[in-house]
């Protein structure tokens, strides 16, 4: 895709996993990437990994001033920002009975304000200079259907398509599309659970496809999104999940069909 030659994305939550990623993939196709993370250390070794075309900005998107240093880190180094990726999220795994207020709140922190907040900082960027762009929130199928044991992550991630939805009507006129992206399970670092034997291939029986995926499988959802080739998609969740979610009647019992 030529979409990105030349072009700079920020992404939150980029030193690893998806975001890492993402990143790697709009550099191989000529863009430049400002990769935001609270771990330096992942982010700094990504940036010197892709050289002049990557920057490392220290971001915590649930803080305000850490949005705006992204925008200005992207038009400090690469003269500009085009596209957004937001992939930051904060785990908190345990039954809701479990779950502690801090825990709780610092996840919507993270994973649902940090989305407003850091999307918020860019439309407003791009309003003032009268450029368009387009957004990518990274949702999940957990959105879709309750997640028992995630805490608050269903609810957040539930957040963050219906957000995804508001921004997009509210700034087409300004030439911002913002659409989702719904991961099923993708090994990543957060993803730990695979590393049992057992569970693994629970999961990928599950899965139509029969394979895990992984973070390439969501990258090209998410450069399609970002690309000239959606610029007629905007207020969309696409999901990527290997049809996992399609399921439900494979485990079901009930009368033979002829």
């Known amino acids: 895709m030529s979409s990105f030659i030349g072009k700079t994305a920020i992404i939150t939550g ?5 975001g890492q990623r993402v990143a790697e993939d709009i550099v191989a196709q000529g863009g430049n990437v400002v990769i935001g993370d609270v771990n330096v250390a992942l982010g700094k070794k990504l940036a010197s990994k892709l050289g002049s075309h990557g920057s490392f900005v ?5 803080r305000g ?3 705006s240093l992204a925008i200005e880190t992207a038009v400090s180094t690469f003269g500009g920002v085009n596209f957004l990726v937001n992939s930051a999220i904060r785990m908190a795994a345990k039954p809701l009975i479990e779950l502690s207020e801090t825990d709780w709140r610092k996840t919507l922190d993270v ?3 940090g989305t407003f907040l850091m999307s918020q900082a860019f439309a407003r960027h791009l309003n003032k200079k009268g450029s368009p762009g387009a957004i990518v929130n990274i949702s999940s199928i957990g959105a879709q259907h309750p997640y028992g044991g995630s805490g608050p992550y269903s ?3 539930a957040g963050v398509t219906l957000l995804t939805e508001q921004m997009a009507i509210e700034w087409a006129e300004h030439g911002i599309r913002v659409n989702a992206l719904a991961p099923g399970t993708i090994e990543t670092p957060l993803t730990t659970y ?3 034997p057992e569970v693994r291939e629970s999961r990928t029986r599950a899965v139509p496809l029969q394979r895990i995926g992984q973070p390439a499988d ?3 959802g998410v450069l399609y999104l ?3 080739s959606a610029s007629w998609v905007t207020a969309t969740t696409l999901t990527v999940d290997g049809g996992v979610t399609k399921t439900l009647f494979n485990y079901l019992k009930g009368r033979g069909w002829s």
């Open 14 to 18: 980029g030193a690893s996993g998806i």
């Open 58 to 62: 220290e971001l915590d998107v649930s």
């Open 65 to 67: 001033a850490d949005c």
């Open 111 to 113: 994973g649902l304000t």
């Open 155 to 157: 609810a957040v991630k």
């Open 194 to 196: 695979l590393k049992d």
């Open 218 to 220: 969501i990258s090209n």
């Open 226 to 228: 970002l690309s000239d």
